[in-house]
């Protein structure tokens, strides 16, 4: 068995996926590496063949008809035979010098009886033409250097949770979990670092900058023009998330509280996106938001929308909108998003 496999969605990728694929083949025969080519339009379909026949036993290719970000990630998980599994970008790559030492702990991980069910690791906001490269870290939250629960994790500040691009979780888990992200959507990383985590009790956290998350390209999903422009896909996800927090209101504390933050943070983004588009109808469809929540959980409506974030959101007045919205500025200028 592999230790690894890295799934890498492509569509229409040709001037950048090489770097990406490049920066993962130093894991050679113990890691797989899968190139899902998401119906391209360009070359991309025949760089992935190259690649494969280059490196045969360490990266295979799945061709499919397009079906979005979320079709590439359900057929990494259908086609994974590591041990553990990690999505990374077609613009994204990994740290060399952080590489070897985490597949050195997957090592020590495919050993032991009770394996850790999700693994974190740092990750980079690589944004084109910053001086300062904001590295997202755990150390204030998360115990390192030993395997824990959810009784362990501490509090996340504001802004600050467990993104696709820091974690990986063992495969089977995924396979338990019945994960399958909706196609035609973006934004579906969200889920992805979500909807698993009541089947993961374990976890372990490297304190390593393995992640580097490439913002720059001005076609890409986060920024902020074309957020508001798939605006009805940000709602979808949001949604999904609340349906998924419904379900959990049995499980352990912590993690509930953990899912209470991250939920907050989205529907924060999608909120503010909704202000920003300025019109009835944007009021219209937040309002519509949160009284999906409301009606779908009424425990995790109330706790929201009585926390600060809740209250800033729903502001009526253009003084409380305005305030929201610099409010969300200055949490894009700390952390380095959009």
């Excluded at 076609?219 to 422009?229: A, G, H, L, W």
């Amino acid at each position: 068995m592999k230790l690894l496999t890295i799934a890498v969605p492509c569509y229409n990728s040709e001037s950048y996926m090489e770097n990406c694929v490049n920066s993962l083949l130093p894991g050679g025969d113990e890691v797989e590496i899968i190139l899902i080519n998401d119906g391209s339009k360009d070359s991309t379909p025949q760089i992935a063949d190259r690649l494969a026949a280059e490196y045969p036993g360490i990266v295979k290719v799945v061709h499919k008809e397009n079906g979005g970000h979320g079709s590439g990630v359900n057929a990494g998980i259908e086609h994974a035979t590591g041990l553990y599994y990690k999505v990374v970008d077609s613009d994204d790559w990994v740290d060399e010098q952080a590489y070897p030492k985490l597949l050195a702990k997957l090592r020590e991980f495919a050993d032991m009886v009770e394996k850790p069910d999700a693994v974190i690791s740092n990750y980079i906001y690589d944004k084109e033409g910053a001086k300062h490269k904001k590295v997202m870290k755990y150390t204030g939250s998360l115990p390192k250097d030993r395997i824990f629960g959810w009784e362990d994790v501490k509090h996340m500040g504001l802004g600050h949770y467990i993104l696709m691009h820091s974690l990986m979780y063992r495969t089977q888990v995924l396979k338990d979990c019945g994960l399958h992200l909706p196609e035609h959507t973006f934004y579906v990383d969200n889920l992805f670092a979500f909807v698993p985590f009541p089947y993961v009790k374990k976890m372990y956290y490297l304190d390593l900058d393995f992640y580097h998350y490439y913002i720059g390209r001005s076609d890409q999903s986060v920024n902020e023009t074309v957020m508001i422009s798939r605006i009805d896909q940000q709602i979808r996800v949001n949604k999904m998330m609340i349906d998924c927090m419904a379900e959990q209101s049995h499980k352990h504390s912590n993690l509930r509280k953990y899912m209470l933050n991250y939920l907050s943070i989205v529907t924060t983004v999608t909120s503010i996106l909704l202000i920003l588009m300025d019109s009835k109808e944007a009021d219209a469809m937040k309002d519509d938001l949160w009284r999906y929540m409301k009606k779908k959980d009424l425990l995790t409506y109330t706790t929201l929308r009585r926390g600060i974030l809740g209250i800033c959101m729903n502001f009526r007045s253009r003084l409380g909108r305005k305030l929201a919205v610099c409010g969300y500025k200055i949490s894009q200028k700390l952390y380095g998003f959009n």
